[in-house]
């Protein structure tokens, strides 16, 4: 049996596998119609093949036969005995989809067989794609006389991508390289990086005649569409470049082959030794040598490894870390106030120094938590394109399934954030997306009677802004009717007549997000049933993210989520507010201002104030928590902010900036209004972390009334 | 009488082993009634007072008992959450029962050690809701009550939802309190 412990790692690799697969796939895709890239080929088909390897090394069969099949119709793609074309790239996609589902079941320990019949069903489809069309020509590499005792050494591969080349009608060069052994690996790459540019490294052979003990010969198969002159004079000392093939491709009849210049024995087999012993997790070579024949420092180095030098860790225990530097963050501020008191001493001498020495480390003991606090959260950050790629494939197969005519815009896939919030994100994500083309996005005989591009537009886009992480899920569909919404909304009871007539137009778009509401009844196969948006944005909310929408009739609509970088550690503005002490989160924080009691103004009774030219709500937060006020004329203001909304937030007393652990409440406690969590100070004392979207979110929806007027 | 003696002599005479229970099931004449009084073994319960009335609540569902420190108050909160108290760095509520169960009109300010009397504990109840602290004002120990003679409780116009019944253990009677009910 597999100890559990090991299996664990597996699935997280071949998680990490699939994950690479998927994206390659992707952008083979993006490649549209052209050749594609025979690296990426190679890598697609490495991938395959090391998750089949390791499968089978866990007696997950079913995983492997279904990896062995994709294995097979990429090297038939890679050996151009396939075309790549949509349906192969489907049944890709599926596969990738598949083996994904199949992963979590193993995880589980589960084996269902509704999956086993979906993947059995998929292998033999892979295996017809993989069979079909293979091509019959005539061989143009008898076109172009190339040493039969050359040919003779070339693998299928090799043979496929010379052919390739004679095709596009390019010269095809022998590189004859003579290295001293010391150093002939580095410089032999050097070799190839100086060629790549220039054409393809069709293969690396041995040569047959080695310059002396002290040195080593290569001969490279080279084919390039560069002049002769320009290749060899990019070339370092000690390589020589000679014609491989007689001619370039014409229509003329074939030649006799004439004996190559210098003869070719068959490869010895130096190399194929090792890269043989070489685990299954590196049958081919890595990127970067697409000849299919490594280059030798290559094979030795990487036999032995792993294939990354990275450490899986359970987020649990970053958390854990996370947690013990919260409590250090506390030890550091009781031992500066320690030494401050002892520096501050009067009277003896003695203390004063201690304080003075004490002070200077727990500096620098601060120092270095700064560092290892930062060190630890850029642990936990992950780019987006962990969720983006998962949703990327998804939207190709639901957009094939619906029949419209979508492209699928994605940017900011290399954005980072904390892993838990990228792991919380794609729920929503998909849900939106599910969204934008079930109900955005018209079929196209309606966009061409609207005049629009037949083809629409559906965007996943991510962009870093300040301590902010922004998503736009955005489509140029049909858009959001108010006035739908309106009726809807009555109808629903989730408003009155009096309030929908004082909103505006963004808050009876934000009406959508009320539990119960969906404009339209039936549901479709495509978007979840029963879930709404407002499940979304208590996801979001949960995340201390803010959604907001926006949306045009006729245009298309925009989703925009805002969220912070991470949840472990925030930078905090602890204030007082009639003797109580709240933390802010910094990252919603846009300035602090203070403001005379005569400068404040109503609007429909409500107070608001003016920052250079902006008016926004004023907010006494004691008013809002039900706590006496304290009576004063100028009032201190922490302007907070997330996406477009502002609010002014009225506090009795700033006590600084701090690092703060936010735990979350406990499950009774959750939904406490405008609290995201408590964090402790230095006397074990809870204080709660306010919920600033929460807060504005009241705002919006007029709820923020005051519980004692 | 203090039920810490009860259960010094609960110990003293209450042997498992001389059960014989299973034997006299054995027997084909035996009584059947008889039989679950003589086979059911007392639970163990946690008994506090509350108001001068003794309550109860099962040992296994006490996770610890606390003095009162620093209780923070969650603004907007339910009436009955006197606030947030901090467990070794677990954010827990403190719930006050006392209003739930009509022993009082209005739910104390509790804000440090300093508001409530010396005897007066924090329950910590382990509930799948999320755990939570119940003031309590006093702790009197641990006790063995047989479930199967629990009481109904008599109608007296008094909120018994958040009451399981009643137990009697010689002259002493303990209200067992339904923890998820008088949370909520």
Not at chain 1, 151 to 167: D, I, M, P, Q
Not at chain 1, 198 to 207: A, D, F, N, R, Y
Not at chain 1, 603 to 612: G, M
């Amino acid at each position: 049996m597999t100890a559990p412990r090991a299996l664990n790692e597996f699935i997280a690799e071949a998680n990490e596998i699939l994950e690479a697969l998927g994206r390659e796939l992707l952008a083979l895709e993006a490649q549209g119609g052209a050749e594609p890239d025979p690296d990426r080929l190679n890598a697609i088909f490495r991938a395959a093949h090391s998750l089949k390897g390791l499968s089978a090394m866990f007696g997950l069969d079913a995983i492997s036969r279904l990896a062995h099949r994709a294995e097979d119709l990429l090297d038939a793609l890679r050996l151009g005995r396939a075309v790549l074309n949509a349906p192969l790239l489907d049944g890709l996609g599926q596969t990738v989809d598949v083996l994904q589902s199949m992963l979590g079941e193993a995880s589980r320990g589960e084996d269902s067989a509704d999956l086993r019949a979906a993947a059995e069903a998929l292998a033999s489809d892979l295996s017809r794609l993989a069979a079909g069309a293979p091509e019959l020509e005539v061989d143009v590499l008898d076109q172009v006389g190339i040493d039969p005792q050359i040919r003779a050494v070339f693998t299928e591969y090799e043979e496929h991508r010379l052919r390739e080349n004679v095709k596009k009608g390019v010269g095809l060069w022998k590189v004859r390289a003579v290295f001293s052994l010391e150093d002939f690996d580095t410089r032999l790459s050097a070799v190839n990086k100086l060629l790549k540019p220039m054409g393809e490294v069709i293969s690396t052979l041995p040569s047959s005649q080695p310059g002396d003990d002290a040195s080593i010969a290569f001969d490279l198969v080279f084919g390039s569409s560069r002049e002769r002159a320009e290749v060899e004079a990019a070339l370092p000392d000690g390589v020589s470049l000679e014609p491989l093939a007689q001619r370039v491709l014409t229509p003329a009849p074939p030649q006799p082959a004439r004996p190559s210049p210098t003869p070719m024995p068959t490869r010895k087999p130096l190399w194929d030794d090792i890269s043989a012993t070489g685990t299954a997790l590196t049958p081919l070579p890595m990127a970067g040598s697409p000849s299919g024949i490594s280059s030798p420092s290559r094979v030795s180095q990487d036999s032995l490894r792993s294939l990354t030098n990275t450490v899986r860790v359970d987020i649990g225990r970053l958390d854990g870390l996370m947690n013990s530097i919260g409590e250090l963050l506390l030890v550091r501020s009781n031992l500066e106030r320690l030494a401050e008191s002892a520096r501050q001493s009067t009277g003896h001498a003695l203390p004063k120094l201690w304080g003075q020495e004490l002070q200077r480390e727990a500096r620098a003991l601060s120092r270095r938590l700064d560092e290892l606090q930062k060190g630890v959260l850029d642990v936990r950050m992950v780019p987006l394109g962990q969720v983006f790629d998962k949703l990327a494939r998804l939207m190709r197969r639901l957009v094939r399934e619906s029949g419209k005519e979508v492209t699928f815009d994605m940017s900011g896939g290399d954005v980072e954030l904390d892993k838990l919030i990228v792991e919380e994100l794609s729920d929503p994500l998909m849900h939106l997306l599910r969204n934008a083309l079930d109900h955005g996005v018209e079929r196209p005989e309606q966009r061409n009677l609207q005049g629009k591009p037949t083809r629409a537009t559906i965007g996943l886009l991510a962009r870093q802004q300040g301590n902010n992480v922004i998503i736009e899920v955005k489509d140029d569909g049909a858009g959001l009717d108010e006035s739908r919404i309106r009726e809807v909304a009555l109808e629903r009871g989730l408003v009155t007549r009096e309030q929908t007539d004082e909103m505006e137009r963004r808050e009876l778009l934000n009406l959508v997000f009320q539990p119960g509401f969906s404009t339209r009844r039936d549901v479709s196969e495509l978007s979840g049933r029963g879930v709404g948006l407002d499940v979304v944005k208590t996801n979001l909310q949960r995340l201390s993210g803010l959604i907001d929408i926006d949306s045009r009739r006729g245009d298309g609509t925009t989703f925009t989520l805002t969220l912070p970088l991470t949840l472990a550690i925030i930078r905090a503005l602890m204030v007082n507010v009639s003797g109580r002490t709240y933390a802010i989160p910094l990252n919603a924080v846009l300035e602090i201002v203070s403001v005379k009691d005569d400068a404040l103004r109503t609007i429909e009774k409500r107070e608001v104030f003016e920052v250079r030219g902006q008016t926004m709500p004023f907010i006494r937060l004691a008013r809002v928590f039900g706590l006496p006020e304290e009576d004063r004329n100028v009032h201190y203001v922490v302007v907070v902010g997330l996406a477009q909304q502002r609010l002014g937030l009225a506090i009795d007393e700033l006590l600084g900036q701090q690092d703060i652990v936010t735990k979350p409440l406990s499950g009774r406690l959750r939904g406490t209004p405008g609290v995201s969590g408590a964090t402790e100070l230095g006397d074990r004392r809870a204080v709660l972390v306010l919920d600033i979207g929460a807060l504005l979110e009241e705002l919006v929806r007029h709820q923020l009334e005051p519980r004692s007027a | 009488m203090s039920s810490r003696f009860a259960e010094l002599l609960d110990r003293f005479f209450y042997r498992p082993d001389e059960d014989v229970g299973p034997f006299l099931a054995d027997a084909p004449e035996s009584d059947r009634d008889a039989n679950a009084a003589l086979e059911e073994t007392p639970e163990e319960f946690l008994s506090f007072v509350l108001e001068g009335e003794t309550y109860a609540v099962p040992i296994h569902a006490v996770r610890e008992i606390l003095k009162i420190t620093v209780v923070t108050e969650i603004p907007r909160a339910r009436r009955n959450v006197l606030g947030l108290i901090n467990v070794r760095g677990e954010m827990l509520p403190l719930y006050d029962v006392k209003v739930r169960l009509r022993l009082a009109e209005q739910p104390p300010v509790v804000r440090a050690a300093a508001d409530v009397p010396r005897s007066a504990r924090i329950l910590l109840l382990k509930d799948l809701e999320g755990d939570a602290g119940v003031l309590v004002d006093r702790v009197d120990g641990v006790v063995k009550l047989h479930l199967s003679k629990l009481e109904g409780t008599p109608e007296l116009g008094v909120e018994r939802n958040a009451i399981a019944g009643l137990a009697r253990r010689g002259d002493d009677m303990f209200i067992l309190l339904d923890v998820e009910q008088a949370l909520a």
